[in-house]
């Protein structure tokens, strides 16, 4: 163990994080979970089924009508989603505006689409004996670009990742990540972050001395179960999502495009859920959003160290959360007045 960390502190061994593609599965399922999502595609066949465009109002009755559109639009739609959702993180990642990204995805999904079609066509129409394939790609290539864009337009139309017709509010099943045992400090305030007040910085202390100085943990004992209050917890989105073998002791919660990673002292989890409706439902627990991406509990940091890109803070957890600049001096001072 480093002497100059407190007894409590454990450092982890590295775990696997669930990469991009992976992220992206698992929000696809979010949407299939959701009822909206079924709704609106429902409807969408049962319209273009009716109307019977590209000729097929001519080649079909309804039944086989709604069938061919079925199946075209099912599949299409889980293609496009699951690229869509792709596309978005990347975009967001590198800050390309949404509208590039969404015509790139488009362009990506015509090809695969085109297989789709084709292959519909020739189950329901065998004798096309003129058919080609590539006599798809002018009507395929203008509507899977143009439906992309429409779609992602209503999903996120300044590259924020918002979520249409609101699904990011379907059920969750609370997947757990495995983490080690952890050391628990618990949280035994229950005031607002705003109503903290940090002892002014020594005159001596110096930024630089700061970020690589140890913060002494709190003097409640490690074992002391999670004090939190009952309103927070009879109103609270996360608690009712967070599954209950985690406990209830949070040491951080991190942003992952419509997911949230939340780190007890006990294990890991991703929920389907905004970091903002998280920082409202933890309100009266002892934290602050310290980063865009990232809530802490200021009960379970250990102390502030200088990073590649600025100070963060080393948790209880052994992670290293990154502080944003309009928080360091605030961090800075409450650290100091905590020894």
């Not at 009755?61 to 709604?66: G, I, S, V």
């Not at 927070?232 to 040491?251: C, M, T, W, Y």
Request: hydrophobic fraction near 45%.
């Amino acid at each position: 163990m480093d002497p100059a960390k407190p007894p409590f502190a454990h450092d982890p061994p590295p775990r696997a994080t669930p990469s991009g593609a992976q992220l992206a599965y698992r929000e696809l399922l979010g949407y299939l979970c959701n009822s909206r999502f079924w709704l609106i595609l429902g409807g969408l066949i049962l319209i273009i089924s009716w109307a019977g465009p590209f000729n097929t109002l001519q080649r079909f009755n309804f039944p086989t009508r709604l069938i061919y559109w079925g199946a075209t639009a099912l599949f299409s739609s889980l293609i496009m989603t699951y690229l869509s959702i792709i596309g978005r993180r990347m975009a967001f990642a590198r800050g390309i505006h949404w509208l590039p990204a969404s015509i790139a995805v488009g362009i990506l999904g015509i090809l695969p689409v085109m297989a789709l079609v084709h292959t519909v066509n020739m189950l329901t129409v065998p004798d096309l004996t003129h058919y080609r394939f590539w006599d798809l790609f002018p009507v395929v290539s203008v509507s899977v670009v143009l439906i992309n864009v429409v779609v992602n337009a209503l999903w996120g139309s300044h590259g924020a990742r918002a979520d249409l017709a609101g699904l990011n509010s379907g059920p969750d099943t609370g997947e757990l990540i495995p983490a080690p045992e952890r050391s628990a400090i618990s949280l035994t305030t229950t005031a607002d972050p705003a109503e903290i007040t940090p002892a002014p910085p020594q005159p001596i202390a110096t930024d630089a001395a700061t970020d690589a100085a140890t913060v002494s943990g709190p003097e409640t004992p490690a074992d002391t179960a999670s004090e939190i209050p009952e309103e927070v917890l009879a109103n609270s989105l996360l608690f009712a999502k967070l599954p209950q073998e985690l406990g209830r002791d949070i040491v951080v919660v991190q942003a992952q495009d419509h997911y949230i990673e939340v780190t007890t002292t006990i294990g890991s989890a991703l929920i389907l859920m905004r970091l903002s409706d998280v920082e409202q439902d933890l309100a009266g627990l002892d934290g602050m959003r310290v980063h865009r991406s990232w809530w802490v509990s200021l009960r379970h940091i250990e102390r502030m160290e200088k990073g590649t890109s600025g100070p963060e803070l080393r948790m209880s957890s052994g992670q290293m959360v990154p502080v944003s600049r309009g928080n360091r001096a605030t961090m800075r001072e409450f650290l100091l007045g905590r020894r």
